[in-house]
């Protein structure tokens, strides 16, 4: 048995605490607001932060038990109350013996106030990426491998993203339960409320902050009064293409390579690069679920601030509340539209990116595109055999993607929209092994199971050669049918990888049939994959006509170059940004520089490199607006906007964005060269 939930006997509950502690980590006296909590703290200097992506630093504590002592537990809990101003990110590991199999979860806290952590244990079986947030235990993350509950004999929580300096926490033992614990719902706010009347933070004080509604009123009638001067660069055409350069015109957007480089080509026949920025959006949430008391002011419906979604009952949007405070309840969100795209042509972006309010850059024709939603609202869906992938070779799934295809009607005559996205960041992607092998795992059955049946049939002769190959006991009836419990061999992992292509071409090739067939003129954009995809999920994408993919880098990845080169499409970056800690926001982001100057270099880096590559049609800065300081739905809390959430541009990111956009054209055309100035990149810091 691996998971909780498959086993059956009670559980007393069990408290852990540390065999030894780990790093740096220093317990400290005083008194604790939490009871049975104890305080502790990590201090790294600047010269001593890791990179998190390639450093084994841990700091935090160890834990040593019997094999089992898990078994029939089904849930980890513990109450944490992060000091301080800034973001950290923890981590929980289960681990089978010393070398063995090793399962995590991320996850951070607010600031200032209390959070209860309730990691379910089913989380080992790995079939779920991301668990809900709660309160102030923000954006619950899973990874590395699936465990066995009986073999784990060790845990480690652990503190392992953090800005430099000192870092400070309280925390009650951790302990392990027999039933779900109760959730927190009046946490402990020893600072007072955190987000003031505006939907700033309270905590910290910066250069910039708006400091009462009057001036924040102001701020925006003066951008009113301002927008019909803020214009493209005088070089773009009506779409945002290069007057200077011309192809064939089909009054559509569409690729095409002129013999040295990729360009997309604009509606009128101009080469067009797509410099895009995301959530381009009239809101920007904040999470308030269980933590009303932390806020200062709570909108009403009245104000168009207070909003209640499937996200949960309390989501709250200040920026939505401050454009009411300017302009009114009936006028805000025209006046919204108007200053949004304007912003956007000051700071010289032609594409209004994903996740925006794709009606308002329609109806202006202001270029866009599109994200399709997966699975489609209120209609069929297939069962899902890993995660969030489908059973592909059931009937129901064709059914699903022609639901699903159906979004693009009212838009397929519409010479603005650039092209969709298929989906964004698959969470199947994220595992650490194959769909095939997760399917094996969390599915009973189903087509897509003798479907791999089928094609293991196509390999061995028999049981028995099938069984010398992956090991003994492996049939083909226990292909198709049964939920294992037992790790794929190394040997079973190669046709497992080489199914999962089949797998993911199905995927694609299903849902971009069902889309072409509904619209013919607009661009696949692809998945906006997380990362470079392996090579087996690349070769199932080749249905794409510009390969998408998020890149949280200092540059574009140079792998990228390959992957276009074998799929016959050139490259979009659907994701990217840069933050800092000065602007009172308690995280970075997922790039993090020192200062708002910096961020500006670093856009520019960035932007100009990527059109210099010939493989690269855009690059999609993510966001517009700041995320709040409480959180959104999943908790990011990141200060990644050109605008805050009382409508402030950061003026040095602005500029370096209008001054790259200005000179775009020459540098993809190879007539100039990119900037090269670059600032000083800190270590990510994000969750």
């Not at 939930?5 to 790093?23: I, Y």
């Not at 269980?290 to 949007?317: I, T, Y």
């Not at 194959?434 to 087509?447: F, I, R, S």
């Amino acid at each position: 048995m691996s998971g909780a939930k498959d086993n059956q006997h009670s559980f007393a509950g069990r408290t852990f605490l540390p065999t030894s502690q780990v790093g740096n980590v220093q317990h400290i006296e005083g008194e604790c607001p939490l009871p049975e909590g104890k305080w502790f703290e990590v201090d790294w200097p600047r010269a001593t932060l890791p990179n998190p992506v390639t450093a084994g630093r841990e700091d935090g504590f160890f834990y040593q038990f019997e094999p089992g002592a898990l078994l029939g537990a089904t849930h980890l809990t513990c109450d944490v109350l992060l000091d301080g101003t800034v973001s950290c990110v923890f981590a929980i590991h289960l681990q089978e013996g010393e070398d063995g199999p090793d399962f995590y979860s991320h996850f951070g806290f607010l600031n200032q106030c209390q959070a209860r952590l309730r990691l379910p244990l089913e989380a080992v079986e790995q079939n779920c990426w991301m668990y809900p947030r709660e309160g102030a235990w923000l954006k619950v993350i899973c990874g590395g491998d699936r465990v066995d509950l009986a073999k784990v004999d060790r845990m480690r929580f652990i503190i392992c993203r953090k800005a430099a300096g000192l870092s400070r926490w309280a925390m009650t033992p951790l302990q392990a339960v027999g039933a779900e614990p109760q959730m927190l719902e009046s946490p402990l706010l020893p600072e007072g409320v955190l987000l003031d009347e505006l939907g700033q933070s309270t905590l910290s004080d910066w250069q910039g902050k708006t400091r009462d509604p009057a001036e924040l009123v102001a701020r925006l009638r003066q951008q009113d009064e301002n927008v019909d001067q803020w214009r493209w660069p005088q070089s773009f055409s009506r779409f945002g293409g290069w007057r200077d350069r011309r192809f064939e015109a089909t009054g559509f957007f569409r690729r095409h390579h002129d013999g040295r480089r990729w360009w997309l080509v604009d509606p009128e026949g101009h080469a067009f690069w797509s410099a895009g920025v995301d959530c381009v959006r009239p809101g920007i949430e904040t999470n308030a679920n269980s933590l009303a008391a932390a806020l200062s002011w709570l909108p009403k419906v009245k104000d168009v601030g207070q909003l209640s979604d499937r996200r949960g009952p309390l989501m709250v949007d200040y920026l939505r509340a401050n454009f009411v405070r300017a302009f009114g309840p009936h006028a805000w969100l025209e006046k919204w539209a108007k200053l949004s795209l304007g912003l956007l042509r000051s700071f010289g972006f032609n594409t209004v990116g994903n996740w925006s309010a794709s009606q308002v850059a329609s109806a202006a024709q202001f270029p866009y595109v599109h994200p399709l939603k997966w699975p489609a609202p209120d209609g069929p869906q297939a069962a899902r055999v890993f995660r969030d992938f489908p059973d592909v070779f059931d009937p129901s799934f064709e059914t699903e993607a022609a639901h699903y295809a159906s979004q693009l009607k009212p838009m397929r005559d519409d010479a603005a929209l650039i092209g969709y996205f298929l989906m964004n960041e698959p969470t199947w992607g994220f595992a650490a092994i194959t769909p095939a092998e997760g399917m094996l795992h969390n599915c009973d059955g189903g087509a897509t199971r003798q479907a791999l049946a089928s094609f293991c049939q196509s390999r061995y002769a028999d049981n028995a050669a099938l069984a010398a190959k992956w090991g003994q006991g492996v049939t083909f009836e226990r292909l198709a049918h049964g939920r294992w419990r037992e790790p794929a061999s190394a040997a079973a992992r190669e046709d497992l990888e080489a199914f999962s292509e089949v797998m993911v071409a199905r995927l694609y090739g299903t849902l971009t049939a069902a889309c072409r067939a509904v619209d013919p003129n607009h661009m696949n954009l692809g998945a906006r994959y997380f990362r470079v995809p392996p090579e087996w999920a690349m070769k199932g994408m080749g249905c794409f006509d510009v390969f998408s993919v998020n890149g949280y880098r200092q540059q574009v990845d140079r792998a990228l170059e390959a992957a276009c080169q074998q799929m016959g499409c050139p490259a979009m970056i659907g994701e990217w940004h840069f933050g800092a800690l000065d602007a009172g926001l308690p995280a970075s982001g997922i790039g993090m520089v020192p200062t708002q100057a910096d961020r500006g270099r670093a856009y520019r880096i960035y932007a100009e490199d990527a059109a210099a590559q010939p493989w690269c049609v855009g690059v999609h800065y993510f966001t517009l607006y700041d995320q709040s300081a409480m959180g959104r739905f999943d908790g990011e809390n990141y200060n990644i906007g050109f605008v805050d959430i009382c409508h402030r541009p950061y003026a040095p990111l602005a500029q370096a964005a209008r001054t790259a956009h200005e000179r775009l054209y020459e540098v993809a055309d190879g007539q100039a060269t990119p900037f090269d100035d670059a600032p000083d990149y800190l270590p990510p810091l994000f969750f």
